[in-house]
């Protein structure tokens, strides 16, 4: 128990050097920790907020939402609405995850307040609105005016009568435009794939873990080959989604939950993999490498790197050791294909 609560005040330590939210429940829900952005985020005190469950801070209709998000280990971000202990609701991005330690899991859910977001889109939308309704009433008002003139003016101003109906379409036009973006936002939003953290800060994090409680971990690179070109070929977004959806699908059913994956845009994905008693990594790695389980419906070639971690090693040394190891087997043509 002792070492549980060691554990959870290294985290605590983590935690405040970020700016966003992060709440640790337990198995049951309970919250065990609360970083200070959360604290002050929620307006409670440390020791009030240990006495809590996850459930208080969430609505009854987004429950369902964000304990599923930490069960499932999805780092996805999803649009919710939360509530602080004075019961005020503020919308929210929200990405959950399992950490297990002495054979206990805790949640870990990661909070980004949309608040000031929100309010700018409402915001824009209202000026835009407020605008077309204004240069419609001009434009009804100047409409009827000329049902009651009978005079050489007539023509003049039902060209500024068109004039101001162009400039009406126009401005419908424009909010079309923005309430299609703000979608785009939202779907962008949704489908952010790393966690709140950097790479650089979830792989240091590990080296300072491995550190303190001598265990070892390795670090895996799998490169999917001509990346570039292939996303090319491949035109649409919506089609470049479905390869890299295929492979972290194969990973996560591939690796354990303690493990980590992290995607890059270039076609680059890290996976931490701490090592374990009744896991060989070197084998673990090779079922990542099992091609046939990838359904990209079409070819696809990738390759992998592979370093340990040792001793006084940093970050970059580990680095390049993965990714010279990386360059090595994609130098000698060991890649694999996809169906």
Do not use: W
Request: aromatic share 8%; with cysteine.
């Amino acid at each position: 128990m002792n070492n549980v609560k060691i554990e959870l005040d290294e985290l605590k330590k983590v935690y405040n050097y970020v700016t966003q939210s992060i709440i640790v429940s337990d198995e049951t829900n309970k919250i065990v920790l609360m970083n200070q952005a959360a604290l002050e985020k929620f307006e409670i005190d440390e020791d009030e907020a240990i006495l809590k469950n996850i459930e208080d801070f969430v609505p009854l209709d987004e429950r369902e939402t964000v304990l599923s998000t930490i069960k499932n280990h999805d780092l996805s971000y999803f649009n919710v609405m939360l509530k602080k202990i004075n019961s005020k609701l503020f919308p929210a991005f929200v990405s959950g995850q399992i950490l297990k330690y002495q054979d206990k899991s805790y949640g870990i859910l990661t909070i980004v307040d949309v608040t000031e977001l929100k309010n700018k889109e409402k915001a824009q939308l209202k000026k835009l609105k407020s605008h077309i309704i204004t240069q419609a009433t001009s434009y009804a008002q100047k409409e009827n005016e000329l049902k009651g003139q009978e005079s050489s003016e007539l023509t003049q101003m039902r060209e500024e009568v068109e004039k101001i109906k162009h400039e009406n379409f126009m401005l419908e036009r424009k909010v079309t435009l923005f309430e299609r973006e703000n979608r785009i936002l939202n779907t962008q939003s949704e489908k952010i794939q790393e966690d709140s953290f950097s790479f650089e800060q979830v792989l240091d994090r590990e080296m300072a873990l491995a550190k303190r409680y001598d265990r070892k971990f390795s670090l895996a690179i799998v490169a999917i080959d001509d990346f570039k070109n292939l996303t090319e070929q491949l035109k649409t977004e919506a089609k470049r989604d479905l390869v890299v959806k295929a492979f972290k699908k194969h990973f996560r059913s591939t690796i354990r939950t303690t493990d980590v994956i992290y995607y890059e845009n270039s076609g680059l994905f890290y996976l931490i993999l701490p090592n374990s008693s009744d896991v060989n990594i070197t084998d673990l790695v090779d079922r990542l490498l099992h091609a046939k389980k990838i359904d990209t419906k079409i070819l696809v070639r990738f390759n992998c790197g592979l370093a340990h971690y040792y001793d006084n090693d940093t970050r970059d040394h580990l680095m390049y050791r993965a990714r010279k190891s990386l360059e090595v087997n994609i130098e000698e043509n060991n890649f694999v294909k996809s169906k």
